[in-house]
C-alpha cells in the first residue's frame, strides 16, 4: 500500500435492528469515513411494531419488513448473510459457524434477544417470537400443522405481558377471518401467564379492557402459571399442574445470547452488554451497543422496540464521531413512552403512564405512525441508474494476472460484496461448466485481485474468498491448487482449472428432440441488478440459492434419459448455447411461454434493461424461431449465469425426464422448443 493512502476504518454492525437500520439511513445521507459491513441472518428485518397486524393479516409481508439489501446498498455497505457464533472483545474478532472469522476496528451490537423459555429439563420445547425473524415462519408452519389436523387443535402463547397478548389477538383474528368456524370449533387458544394478571405494569382500565376482550374471543387466560418445565405437548407449571398443548409460542421476556458470556465484553447480571450513556460499553471504547441486547449503565431501559428506535440517531452520530475522534453525546431515555397496543381487529388502546384511550381510531393512529416509520426506510427505485463499471476494472486486472499466470481460465468481478459468499458463487458456477463438460477430479488454481486494504482486513478478505470456493469445490471432487493475491483496482477471482476431460460421446441430433431448461433464467442477472437497486430482497435471495445449487444430480438425470448434448448457461447466453448444440441444416422452434424467468414476490426480471446490455452483442439467431416481439425474447440472450442446465433430450423420453428432474426440487424444468428443419 503506498505509504500515502490510508485505509478507512472497519465498522462491522452485527443484527439488522430498529436502531441500526437508522444508523444505515443516516450513513446513506452522509456517508462517514468507514467501511461498513452489515451482518444478519435474513435479507429482510422485520418491524416489531407491526409484527401483530402481518399475523392478524392486516398487512402483507414487504409492508412489516424492511429491505436490508437495498439499504445497505443504498448506504454503501456490504450485507453478510450470516449468523454471529463468538465475539473476541480484546481481539476485535467476529467467529461464524461455516466461514473463517472477521476482524473489526468498530462494532456496534443490534442484535436483540431470545425468549426466556424457563425449565428443569434440558429439552426446549415450542417456538419463541424473538427473535421476531423467526415468528412469520413459524405460525405458518403451525397453520400447516392446524390444518392437517383432525382433532381440535391445541394452541398456547406463554407470556402475558403486552406482546403474548397482542399475539394471542392476532392469531384469533386471522383464524378468525379465514373461517369463524373453524376457529370455534376447531382451535382453543390459550394464554399462561406467569403473573397474577396480564399486563403488569399497564394501567388498571387497559388490563380489564383486554381481560374483557380475551373473554369475548373465547380465549382461555390461566394466570400464576409460571411454566418451569417442557415436554412435547406438555408445560408444567412451578406449582405441578399440566398443561397440554399441540403447538406454543414464547412470548417471555428476553435473555441475552450466550455468545456474549465468553466475548469477553462487560455484561450485567442477566447477561446484556453494558454501556453508558453514549451507548458505548464500559470495557471496551471500541464496541457500541443499542436495543434489547444493551444495559444501560445509567438505569433500567424496558426491552420494547420504541427505545431501540430513539436509540438510533444517537448511536449513529457516535460511531461517525468515535471514527472521526470526535466528542460523544449522551443518550437520555424517556421516562414515559407512548405504548399503542393493538387488539387483533383494527382496534387499538393507546396508554403513556396512567393515561389511556381506546377505540377503532386509535388503530388507524397506529397505522399512520408506523408506516411513516417504515417509509423512512424504502429505498427509491433506481432501476435506471447505470450499473457500476466493474467491466474495464476487472479487464485491467485480467492484464496484469495474465504477466503472472498465463491461460487464465476465467476472471470475474465478485457478483455480490459478501466475499465468502462471492468466492461460493463463483466456484459453484466454475464447478457447474466442468462437470458438465464431462471433466471428472481436477484442481483449480486460483488467483485474487483485491484492492488497497489494512493487512489485517486483507488477510480476512483472502480468508473468506478461498473459504468460499473451498466450500464449493469440495462437495464436487475439485481441489484448490495454487493460490496468487494482486492488488487491483477492484475485487476479482481468476480460476484455472485442470483435470481430465472425458470425450463427449457423438449422437445424432433428430427433428423432433426437445429442448430441456432445469430452471429459470434471470438469476445471474437479479445479482447484477442488486447492485443498482433494482430488485428487492426476495429476488435477491432467490436468485443466491439458485446459483449455489450443484448441477450433479440434475447432469445424472439427463444422461439417464438419453441427453444427446447439455450445456450450463453461463455468460455467453442461451440463443448462443442453442445454437452451438443444433447442427445445420437444423434449427430450433421455441416456445418462449414456456421459458422460466426469475420471478419473486411481484418482481420479474422482465423488468430489468436487457436492451442496453444486448446492444452491439451482435448475437446470430437466424436457427431459432419464436413468436416475434415476445417480452421472453431478450433473455435468450442475457450474458449472466443463470444456475440452470439446457439440453437436446430425445422425445421419446422428455417428458419422463422432465418428471425425474421435477421430483429432484428443480420444479421449473420444462420443454422449451423442438428441434427442427429451417
Not at 442484535?111 to 412469520?136: C, D, F, H, M, Q
Not at 399503542?340 to 381510531?361: C, M, P
Request: with cysteine; charged share 20%; net charge neutral.
Amino acid at each position: 500500500m503506498p505509504p500515502t493512502q490510508v485505509a478507512p476504518l472497519h465498522l462491522v454492525l452485527v443484527g439488522g435492528g430498529h436502531s441500526h437500520v437508522e444508523v444505515l439511513r443516516r450513513f446513506a445521507l452522509k456517508s462517514p469515513p468507514l467501511r461498513i459491513t452489515l451482518i444478519n441472518p435474513a435479507v429482510y428485518a422485520p418491524y416489531s411494531g407491526m409484527l401483530p397486524g402481518l399475523i392478524a393479516g392486516h398487512y402483507d409481508f414487504e409492508a412489516a419488513h424492511i429491505d436490508l439489501l437495498r439499504l445497505a446498498t443504498h448506504t454503501g455497505a456490504r450485507l453478510l448473510l450470516d449468523t454471529v457464533t463468538a465475539i473476541d472483545a480484546n481481539e476485535r474478532v467476529i467467529s461464524f459457524a461455516d466461514r473463517p472469522p472477521l476482524h473489526y476496528d468498530l462494532l456496534s451490537l443490534n442484535t436483540g434477544g431470545t425468549p426466556v423459555i424457563p425449565t428443569r429439563s434440558e429439552y426446549r420445547w415450542g417456538i419463541g417470537v424473538k427473535p421476531v425473524a423467526n415468528l412469520l415462519g413459524a405460525w405458518q408452519a403451525i397453520r400447516t400443522r392446524m390444518d392437517a389436523s383432525d382433532a381440535r387443535y391445541r394452541l398456547a402463547v406463554v407470556g402475558g405481558g403486552a406482546a403474548g397478548v397482542e399475539l394471542v389477538l392476532a392469531i384469533d383474528h386471522a383464524l378468525s377471518r379465514d373461517d369463524a368456524n373453524q376457529r370455534e370449533d376447531k382451535v382453543t387458544l390459550t394464554l399462561l401467564n406467569a403473573g397474577s394478571e396480564i399486563l403488569g405494569g399497564y394501567p388498571a382500565a387497559v388490563r380489564q379492557q383486554f381481560q374483557a376482550r380475551l373473554a369475548r374471543q373465547n380465549i382461555q387466560v390461566i394466570n400464576d402459571a409460571d411454566v418451569s418445565e417442557t415436554d412435547v405437548g406438555r408445560l408444567t407449571d412451578a406449582s405441578g399442574r399440566e398443561f397440554h398443548f399441540d403447538d406454543v409460542l414464547w412470548a417471555t421476556p428476553v435473555k441475552a445470547h450466550a455468545w456474549l458470556a465468553t466475548s469477553g465484553l462487560a455484561t450485567d447480571s442477566r447477561g446484556f452488554v453494558q454501556v453508558d450513556s453514549r451507548l458505548r460499553s464500559v470495557s471496551h471504547p471500541d464496541v457500541f451497543a443499542a436495543g434489547d441486547v444493551a444495559s444501560l449503565n445509567t438505569g433500567q431501559v424496558p426491552k420494547a422496540g420504541v427505545f431501540a428506535v430513539r436509540e438510533g440517531p444517537i448511536l449513529a452520530h457516535n460511531l461517525r464521531a468515535a471514527a472521526e475522534d470526535r466528542r460523544l453525546v449522551r443518550y437520555r431515555p424517556q421516562r414515559n413512552f407512548l405504548s399503542i397496543l393493538s387488539a387483533g381487529e383494527k382496534h387499538a388502546v393507546a396508554t403513556r403512564g396512567r393515561f389511556s384511550i381506546a377505540g377503532d381510531w386509535v388503530w388507524r393512529w397506529k397505522h399512520w405512525i408506523d408506516s411513516r416509520f417504515m417509509q423512512r426506510y424504502r429505498v427509491p427505485d433506481a432501476a435506471g441508474t447505470t450499473p457500476p463499471p466493474l467491466a474495464a476494472a476487472v479487464e485491467s486486472s485480467a492484464r496484469q494476472l495474465s504477466r503472472a499466470a498465463d491461460g487464465i481460465f476465467d476472471l470475474q468481478a465478485l457478483w455480490v460484496d459478501d466475499p465468502w459468499l462471492a468466492g461460493r458463487l463463483l466456484a459453484t458456477q466454475w464447478a457447474n461448466r466442468w462437470h458438465t463438460a464431462r471433466g471428472q477430479t481436477g484442481r483449480a488454481d486460483i488467483s485474487l485481485l483485491l484492492p488497497a486494504l489494512a493487512e489485517e482486513h486483507q488477510r480476512d478478505e483472502i480468508a473468506q474468498l478461498l473459504h468460499g470456493i473451498h466450500s464449493a469445490f469440495e462437495a464436487t471432487h475439485i481441489a484448490l491448487g495454487g493460490i496468487e493475491t494482486a492488488q487491483g483496482e477492484t475485487y476479482a477471482v481468476g480460476v484455472r482449472l485442470h483435470g481430465i476431460i472425458e470425450p463427449e460421446p457423438l449422437r445424432d441430433i433428430l427433428e423432433g428432440d426437445a429442448i430441456v431448461l432445469t430452471g429459470p433464467v434471470g438469476a445471474g442477472a437479479t445479482l447484477a441488478d442488486a447492485r443498482r437497486l433494482a430488485v428487492n430482497g426476495r429476488a435477491y435471495a432467490a436468485a443466491l440459492t439458485q446459483l449455489q445449487a450443484s448441477v450433479v444430480s440434475g447432469l445424472e438425470q439427463l444422461k439417464l434419459h438419453g441427453a444427446k448434448k447439455v450445456a450450463y448457461l453461463d455468460r455467453r447466453g442461451l440463443s448462443w448455447h442453442l445454437q452451438q448444440m443444433c447442427p445445420a441444416p437444423l434449427g430450433i422452434e421455441l416456445d418462449l411461454d414456456r421459458l422460466p424467468v426469475l420471478a419473486v414476490a411481484g418482481w420479474s426480471a422482465n423488468a430489468l434493461m436487457l436492451g442496453e446490455r444486448l446492444d452491439g452483442m451482435g448475437y446470430e439467431t437466424s436457427r431459432l424461431t419464436h413468436t416475434a416481439n415476445h417480452p421472453h425474447a431478450n433473455w435468450l440472450h442475457d450474458q449472466h449465469a443463470s444456475g440452470a442446465l439446457v439440453a437436446v433430450v430425445p422425445a421419446i423420453s422428455a417428458d419422463a425426464c422432465i418428471t425425474a428432474l421435477q421430483s429432484l426440487g428443480l420444479q421449473h424444468a420444462t420443454i422449451i422448443g423442438r428441434i427442427r428443419r429451417v
